[in-house]
């Protein structure tokens, strides 16, 4: 069964600044995928950035990236820049490759942005 | 915007109640997920369905059910609704295997249903 593990319940970081959200997770298979999901006071939860285990180099999206380390099973997101707009919940997930395996969710970062 | 919807947004209803919450997966999508958000539970798979039939299950309860249509819209329907049952019940879709490897396991959210069972 797989697991995932978000240490931090709460970050803040200053506007501008970079700031960095942990992840671990737990699988006894070989290839699956990693997301991060956010969800903002509007509660939807919006895909940000997308991990593939198979995948040396580690995914990023304008500015997002993650730093993805197989052999520790750790998948931390970095926020470049940090605006006021990213203020939000932000899930680490995981899920199997094939596509008949569901999302499996950490509980979750609260993470604030400081004007 | 995911291309997802859900109706309605809001529901509020009494305990031993029935309702039904609809999903619309983006086009072409044939998988179709359900989770259940709750203060306590974070967020908890319900149950999947690709085009048409039943393809996982995970902690859903004997009082909930859902179905896929052959439009590819899923209902879930919850029963004898209990207080515990508040949550934000959230639908998700993923493409069908591509060019792009890693869609098939990508799902996109619609905006959820919020229900109070008072």
């Known amino acids: 069964a797989q697991t995932v593990t978000q240490s931090q319940p709460e970050m803040s970081v200053q506007e501008a600044e970079t700031v960095t959200l942990s992840c671990t997770y737990d699988?006894?298979?070989?290839?699956?995928?990693l997301f991060w999901y956010k969800q903002p006071p509007s509660r939807q939860m919006i895909l940000v950035i997308r991990?593939?285990?198979?995948?040396?180099q580690n995914a990023t999206e304008n500015r997002f990236s993650v730093n993805f380390q197989k052999a520790a099973k750790s998948f931390s997101l970095k926020i470049s820049d940090s605006q006021l707009g990213d203020a939000a919940m932000y899930f680490c997930?995981?899920?199997?490759?094939?596509?008949?395996?569901?999302?499996?969710f950490g509980k979750g970062t609260r993470l604030s942005v400081i004007a | 915007d995911s291309g997802v919807t859900q109706t309605p947004k809001h529901l509020i209803t009494a305990t031993g109640q029935r309702v039904t919450l609809r999903c619309s997966p983006r086009?072409?999508?044939?998988?179709v997920y359900w989770y259940q958000q709750s203060l306590d539970q974070g967020l908890q798979f319900l149950i999947q369905?690709?085009?048409?039939?039943?393809?996982a299950k995970g902690n859903i309860l004997e009082r909930f059910s859902a179905q896929q249509f052959p439009d590819l819209h899923s209902e879930l329907n919850l029963s004898s609704l209990e207080l515990g049952d508040s949550a934000l019940y959230f639908c998700?879709?993923?493409?069908?295997?591509?060019?792009?490897?890693?869609?098939?396991?990508?799902?996109?959210f619609g905006p959820g249903t919020r229900l109070l069972v008072l």
């Open positions: 997930a995981s899920t199997l490759k094939g596509g008949n395996t569901p999302l499996v």
């Open positions: 369905y690709y085009n048409g039939e039943e393809r």
């Open positions: 699988t006894s298979e070989s290839d699956y995928y």
């Open positions: 998700a879709s993923s493409p069908r295997r591509g060019w792009d490897r890693g869609s098939q396991e990508t799902q996109y």
């Open positions: 086009s072409g999508d044939l998988s």
């Open positions: 991990q593939e285990a198979y995948k040396q």
